[in-house]
């Protein structure tokens, strides 16, 4: 009983969850049943899993789910699972550890949830073909350096949907404005640059730019800098949260960059902006 191979690689250990990143894949296996494959456990963390052959059951806390090839399910920790495959019909999948301080925020935009576990994807060839590309690029440890947050994102897009295909001026079934304010949405507190984010969509910053302009009438930076900004005066108004605090969690590489930014927007220091 429990028969089966797997493998798997790490992301490269330059990226850490203590650097406070919102949502990235830490981890990326490939596991093949012979058929006789039945396990139980208390999960520890979140991961999706995605079938890719034969059929079987996934349990969680007492709830079934019938799971065939073409379907992905996701533990969350916590969660009490029981999941085994048929043996006239093994499982062979493909499964991700996703760590990060907003998973569970990310895997809620895309609809997988705790009482919503469990999903076909409507583009399984796809997101099949990404996964193994992330695989290669852990294996090889040769991947760049914001792509396990990317190779997150990508994933939860093919998994909610999303991601099925691209045409001028959009990604994914989104426009490309829409697809960059999911991103900044979701990595606020990550930092991350206009050419990084532009990277991350595959697309080139003039792309970016001139999309951007079109739908919203202004520059990406530009929005990017008064989404963060409105952010830390929702921040400052409704937290205790120190204005350190507030510039890290709005992205602002320093605090002193923040105040000159906040200053020019509404005329006071974050300071004196909270006790008026």
């Not at 060839?125 to 760049?144: D, F, T, V």
């Not at 994933?155 to 960059?180: N, P, W």
């Not at 963060?228 to 120190?242: C, G, Q």
Request: hydrophobic content about 35%.
């Amino acid at each position: 009983m429990n028969n089966f191979q797997q493998h798997g690689y790490p992301a490269d250990p330059r990226f850490r969850e203590s650097d406070g990143w919102s949502v990235f894949i830490s981890y990326i296996g490939f596991f093949k049943s012979s058929g006789d494959f039945h396990w139980e456990q208390a999960s520890p963390m979140y991961s999706v899993h995605f079938v890719l052959k034969g059929r079987g059951i996934f349990q969680r806390n007492g709830r079934k789910y019938e799971v065939k090839a073409g379907d992905a399910y996701t533990f969350f920790p916590g969660d009490h699972i029981v999941y085994y495959d048929f043996p006239e019909s093994p499982w062979e999948y493909i499964w991700f550890r996703l760590d990060g301080k907003n998973v569970e925020r990310a895997l809620d935009a895309t609809g997988i949830t705790r009482s919503k576990p469990h999903r076909a994807i409507e583009r399984p060839a796809m997101l099949e073909s990404h996964l193994h590309e992330i695989g290669s690029l852990y294996g090889k440890r040769k991947h760049p350096p914001l792509f396990p947050m990317a190779a997150a994102c990508s994933c939860l897009d093919l998994i909610s949907g999303s991601g099925t295909g691209s045409r001028e001026g959009q990604l994914g079934g989104k426009s490309i404005a829409d697809s960059f304010i999911s991103i900044i949405e979701s990595q606020l507190d990550s930092s991350p640059s206009i050419k990084e984010i532009a990277s991350l969509m595959k697309i080139d910053r003039t792309t970016l730019f001139r999309s951007f302009i079109k739908e919203h009438g202004i520059s990406p930076k530009r929005f990017l800098e008064n989404r963060r900004i409105s952010k830390s005066a929702e921040l400052l108004s409704k937290t205790k949260l120190s204005v350190k605090e507030i510039s890290e969690a709005c992205g602002f590489s320093h605090p002193s960059h923040f105040g000159k930014v906040f200053q020019e927007h509404y005329g006071q220091s974050p300071a004196k902006w909270r006790v008026k």
